[in-house]
């Protein structure tokens, strides 16, 4: 499963990349998870590094649409005092986006699909750390992923290249929750710096 979409993703990133601009990001995400409670704690943001590709493609003047592929991990966080409880599930996402630019500044909006490639579990006790491997299918988590995206950015040309900073909210409209209990989704404020390889 994991290759096939791995393979999908990536015959049509190239696909549409011919005649498109192309770009690279990566910066830092900001998760969490609605319905993912652990009593007497307190939830914080999940801090971790993404990076992606995508291309741009022209559909008339001043709209494009980017299509991307990104490593985003997602999950959550949750504190005690100097306890802690954390999950961390690491996505390969497909983030489908349309992109309207007015001046140096832009606007982002549309679609992702992700796939859990694999995650882990960690808790600090009295100055202890464990780590364990994610089992999905022991936790009734489902790895499959999708919901909407939104941003802004603001981008400058340097010769050749155009460097970019963007700011950027996705929230999961899956219930990743295949078990009982409350229905948990992600969502991630991401922020993220870039090149892009020609265009605008």
Known sequence: MK???LLVALSLLISFSAMAQIGVKAGLNL??????EVPTFTEKYLN?????????KD????????????????GTKWKNGDLYTQGTFNYLELPVLARVKLGPIYGLGGFYGAYA???KTENNILGVTVSDEMDFEAREMKKLDYGMKFGLGFQTGLGPL??????????GLQNIN?????????????VSVGVLLGGK
């Open 3 to 5: 290759k096939t979409l």
């Open 31 to 36: 998760a969490k998870q609605t319905g993912n």
């Open 162 to 171: 155009h460097v970019f900073a963007q700011v950027e909210y996705s929230f």
């Open 178 to 190: 295949s078990g009982a209990g409350d229905a948990m989704k992600n969502s991630v404020i991401g």
């Open 59 to 74: 559909l008339i003047p001043l709209l494009k649409i980017r299509v991307g592929l990104e490593y985003s991990p997602k």
């Open 117 to 119: 490639l694999n995650g």
């Open 48 to 56: 971790s590094f993404h990076f992606g590709v995508f291309t741009h």
